[in-house]
C-alpha cells in the first residue's frame, strides 16, 4: 500500500505517531486510511490510545520551557522555512490529500497554498508580540502588561481541510511560544503527520509538536483535557461536540477556542440578478466540493424568482464532473467516507417525503466509491430537518418566501457554531434585515 501511495503521490508520508520527536507505533494497532475515490485502503497508521496521548503531554510539557524561551526570531524561521519546504512540496502534499479526502486536486493544490500560508504569516507575527506600558489612574504607578505562551496546546482538527486546519492551529500556537499535541481526523491523518515532518525538517525541535491519530478521539481527547499541564483547546468540528468538550475543559479550567459546524443562509431577493446570485451561489455552496463549515446550506429565495434561480443553480450543478480527484477534468470528487454520503441520502431522502422536489441529482451514481450526484431540492418545508442541522454535502436546498419579510425571520439559526460565511450572503436588498439575524 505504501509503495503505491509514494508512486502517485510523490512522497512517502509517516504513518506513526509523532511524540516528542519519535515515530512511535500506538498502542492500540493500526488505522486503515481509505480512498473515498474507490474505498480501497493506500495506508495503515498508527493508532493512538488515551496512554499515548499523556506521553505526548509530557512530551510537549518537557518542550514547552525551552521552546518558549527561544528568541521570537528564531521561531519565526522555523515556521518561515516550513512554508518553503511546503511550497516545494506543494504537488506532492496535494496529491496525498486528495487520496485520503477525495476532493478534486485543483481544490486540493488551493489548500495546500492557503495551509502553507499560514506559517508564511505567522512566521511575521512571531516578533511582534508587543505588550502594553500604561499609566496607572492614580498616576502613581505604571502598569506593565506582557503576553506570556499559555502553554500546552491541544489540537483538534476536521478532515475537509487536513492540513490548513492544521497549519492554522500549529502556527499562531509555536509563533507565541506554545507546544502542541495535535489530533486530525481519522479520515485524513496523511495530510497532518506529512505536515508535522516538514515541521521537524525546518528545525522545531522535539517534542515542540507532536500528533496522534487515533480511532478513540473521545477518550483521546478527555485523557488530555484532564491533565493540568494542558491549558489550551483548540477545536474544529461538530457543536455536539463541542459542547461536550467545553464541559470537559471546565473541570480544569482550560482555555478554549472552538470553530463549531455552521448552517448558513443564502438569501435571494425579488430585484437580485439572478445570473449573479447563482455564480454567488456556485462559490459561497460548492468551495471544496461543498463540504466547508462555511459553505451556503439553505437558500431562502423570493418567489417571484425562485423558479428562475433553482432552474439556473441546477443547470449549473448538474453540468460539474464528479469523479476521482486525480482525474483530469474531476469538479467534484466523493464524499470522505460511506457515513457522509450516507446522511447526505438520508437528509434527501426525508426531504423529498416532506414535499421537497429534486430538481437535480437526488441519489449516488451506480459506481464504486462514496459519490452523491450534486443535488438541489426546492420548496423545501421551513420545518424540514434537513434545513435545520449541517451536512458536508453537496446538496442546497431552497425555500420560497412571498415576501421581503419573511426571510428576515427564517434564517434565524441560534447555536449553530461557526459564522455564515462572516455576514448571510444576500442577492438584491442586501441591507434590509442582517443586522437582526442571529446566526451563529
Known amino acids: 500500500m505504501a509503495a503505491d501511495l509514494a508512486s502517485i503521490t510523490g512522497m512517502t508520508a509517516p504513518t506513526e505517531l509523532l511524540i516528542g520527536g519519535q515515530w512511535t507505533p500506538g498502542r492500540a ?30 512530551a510537549a510539557h518537557g518542550a514547552l520551557a525551552g521552546w518558549a524561551a527561544t528568541p521570537p526570531r528564531v521561531r519565526g524561521e522555523c515556521l518561515r522555512r516550513a512554508y518553503e519546504l511546503m511550497i516545494a512540496d506543494a504537488e506532492a502534499l496535494a496529491r496525498l490529500m486528495v487520496m485520503e479526502n477525495g476532493k478534486a486536486l485543483r481544490d486540493a493544490r488551493a489548500e495546500i497554498t492557503y495551509a502553507a500560508e499560514f506559517f508564511r504569516w505567522f512566521s511575521e507575527e512571531a516578533v511582534r508580540l508587543a505588550g502594553m506600558v500604561a499609566t496607572a489612574p492614580s498616576g502613581a504607578n505604571r502598569i506593565l502588561v506582557q503576553h506570556q505562551p499559555v502553554g500546552v496546546a491541544v489540537l483538534v482538527t476536521p478532515w475537509n481541510f487536513p492540513a490548513a486546519m492544521a497549519t492554522r492551529k500549529i502556527g499562531p500556537a509555536l509563533a507565541a511560544g506554545c507546544t502542541v499535541v495535535l489530533k486530525p481526523a481519522k479520515e485524513t491523518p496523511l495530510s497532518a503527520l506529512a505536515v508535522a515532518a516538514i515541521l521537524a525538517q525546518a528545525g522545531v525541535p522535539d517534542g515542540v509538536v507532536n500528533v496522534l491519530p487515533t480511532q478513540s478521539p473521545g477518550p483521546v481527547v478527555g485523557a488530555m483535557l484532564a491533565d493540568p499541564r494542558v491549558r489550551k483547546l483548540s477545536f474544529t468540528g461538530s457543536t455536539e461536540v463541542g459542547r461536550t468538550l467545553l464541559r470537559t475543559a471546565a473541570d480544569t479550567v ?41 459553505a451556503a446550506n439553505r437558500f431562502y429565495v423570493h418567489d417571484a424568482v425562485a423558479a ?13 464532473s464528479v469523479g476521482p480527484g486525480l482525474d483530469d477534468g474531476t469538479d467534484l470528487g466523493p464524499l470522505v467516507n460511506a457515513d457522509t454520503r450516507d446522511k447526505v441520502a438520508t437528509l434527501v431522502q426525508a426531504a423529498t417525503e416532506d414535499g421537497s422536489k429534486v430538481v437535480t441529482g437526488g441519489s449516488a451514481p451506480d459506481r464504486r466509491g462514496y459519490y452523491y450526484s450534486p443535488t ?35 434564517p434565524t439559526t441560534p447555536n449553530t457554531g461557526s459564522c455564515p460565511t462572516s455576514t448571510p450572503l444576500t442577492f438584491g436588498a442586501p441591507c434590509r434585515s442582517p443586522s437582526r439575524w442571529r446566526l451563529g
Open 308 to 320: 428562475e434561480f433553482s432552474a439556473k443553480l441546477a443547470a449549473r450543478l448538474s453540468g460539474l
Open 29 to 58: 494497532g493500526v488505522i486503515p486510511v481509505i480512498d473515498p475515490a474507490t474505498e480501497d485502503p493506500i495506508a495503515e497508521v498508527a493508532n493512538a490510545t488515551p496512554d499515548d496521548a499523556l506521553d505526548a503531554v509530557a
Open 376 to 410: 438541489v431540492l426546492d420548496n423545501v418545508p421551513v420545518t424540514a430537518g434537513i434545513l435545520r442541522g449541517r451536512s458536508s454535502g453537496r446538496s442546497p436546498r431552497s425555500s420560497g418566501s412571498p415576501t421581503p419579510t419573511r426571510p428576515s425571520r427564517w
Open 254 to 294: 482550560t482555555n478554549c477556542s472552538m470553530e463549531l459546524g455552521g448552517n448558513a443562509p443564502f438569501l435571494v431577493f425579488a430585484d437580485a440578478d439572478i445570473d449573479a446570485a447563482v455564480d454567488g451561489a456556485m462559490i459561497a455552496k460548492m468551495r471544496n466540493g461543498g463540504e466547508a463549515c462555511t
